[in-house]
């Protein structure tokens, strides 16, 4: 199995930026799709991005211009650069793996979940 750690979250102010990290056990991480995924209370969890194994990307429209998935697989770690942050965007935000080939925001389609780390924006 793949283990998946966040880190990064914290407490900013709208229109701060802030940087998640989701470092995956060794095996193979270049070859897995990754994926950001965030759930407020009260809310189902829902899509963010994804970065494929080739490097390609996907995001939900409510980011597109602000945030930022990059992958360095010699570190196996995926980021999550989020600026122009809003208040909207407060959630515990989740990375996710999966060695299909798929990268998109079908949640059922990833196989390895982290912890989460917790993101919120004050007004």
């Known amino acids: 199995q793949v283990q998946l750690v966040e880190s990064g979250g914290g407490l900013v102010q709208a229109g701060d930026s802030l940087r998640l990290s989701c470092t995956a056990s060794a095996r193979t991480f270049s070859n897995y799709a990754m994926a950001w995924f965030r759930q407020a209370p009260g809310t189902e969890r829902s899509f963010v991005g994804a970065i494929s194994s080739g490097g390609n990307r996907r995001y939900v429209e409510s980011v597109k211009d602000r945030f930022t998935i990059s992958r360095d697989n010699a570190k196996n770690t995926v980021y999550l650069q989020m600026n122009s942050l809003k208040p909207e965007d407060t959630a515990n935000y989740y990375c996710?793996?999966?060695?299909?080939?798929?990268?998109?925001?079908?949640?059922?389609?990833?196989?390895?979940w982290g912890q989460g780390t917790q993101v919120t924006v004050s007004s």
């Open positions: 996710a793996a999966t060695d299909a080939i798929y990268y998109g925001p079908d949640l059922w389609r990833y196989d390895f």
